[in-house]
């Protein structure tokens, strides 16, 4: 992952801008199958699809049962979009690799949490991320 701050302004052709998203998101029926190989496998694609559409990774971390992301993003990507990319490649990739997670009808909940951090308080919730390990 590249290093930048997390208060760095993105410039991007005619725009400027501070967008910094916290995603929190779980297996079907919350289950804590996040673990181990597929843990790893799972940040990986993760960060594939950021580097793939320049999302700038601030803070992960994978639990067994949830994942939290902080990322910097472009003002022409919209959290729908974001969250429908890695979590629709996390499920194709995940599910082809590893058959045990067969076993749920789908990997992910359809739902998801999304909030904005500005520059203010995009460094607690960045504390606060890292501070879930188990």
């Known amino acids: 992952m590249a290093k930048f701050s997390p208060d760095e302004y993105r410039h991007e052709g005619n725009a400027v801008s501070l967008l910094n998203y916290h995603f929190v998101f779980i297996p079907k029926r919350r289950k804590k199958v996040l673990i181990g190989s597929i843990a790893e496998r799972l940040q990986e694609i ?14 992960i971390e994978i639990m067994s049962d949830h994942v939290h992301l902080l990322i910097n ?39 998801y949490f999304v909030s ?5 308080c995009t460094e607690t919730v960045k504390r606060y991320i890292e501070a879930q390990r188990e």
């Open 116 to 120: 904005t951090a500005g520059n203010i």
């Open 73 to 111: 993003v472009k003002p022409v990507d919209d959290p729908a979009t974001i969250i429908r990319k890695i979590k629709g490649r996390a499920s194709h990739h995940l599910r082809k690799e590893f058959p045990e997670l067969l076993k749920l009808p789908t990997l992910w909940t359809p739902s």
């Open 46 to 59: 993760i960060c594939d699809v950021c580097n793939e559409n320049r999302w700038r990774i601030i803070a």
